[in-house]
Nanobody
Framework: QVQLVESGGGLVQPGGSLRLSCAAS????????MGWYRQAPGKERELVAQFTGSGSTVYTDSVKGRFTISRDNAKNTVYLQMNTLKPEDTAVYYC????????WGQGTQVTVSS
């Protein structure tokens, strides 16, 4: 079993920034994919950004140029730096990884509002 613990969500004004963190622990084998999804009220969960199995990064179009995913392999931790936040970025953000199975974090709320 792999546990994912997220932190860093909160309330921020439009144009502001937040940094999310996700630390993986437990019976970790090779982590092939790790990244972030989000789910806004009334909408389906969508990919935000992730590291693929080849180590490349993928971003959904709406966050390109504003969000940056990074990682610390020694700590099995992935980060999401979110800049120039917009109200439409409001959602619960979930960390995800695939390591001999798919695992999800509990989610962290990000609210962008004035």
């Amino acid at each position: 079993q792999v546990q994912l613990v997220e932190s860093g969500g909160g309330l921020v004004q439009p144009g502001g920034s937040l940094r999310l963190s996700c630390a993986a622990s437990g019976r970790i084998f090779r982590i092939n994919v790790m990244g972030w999804y989000r789910q806004a009220p009334g909408k389906e969960r969508e990919l935000v950004a992730q590291f693929t199995g080849s180590g490349s990064t993928v971003y959904t179009d709406s966050v390109k140029g504003r969000f940056t995913i990074s990682r610390d392999n020694a700590k099995n931790t992935v980060y999401l730096q979110m800049n120039t936040l917009k109200p439409e970025d409001t959602a619960v953000y979930y960390c995800y990884c695939y390591s001999a199975g798919a695992y999800w974090g509990q989610g962290t709320q990000v609210t962008v509002s004035s």
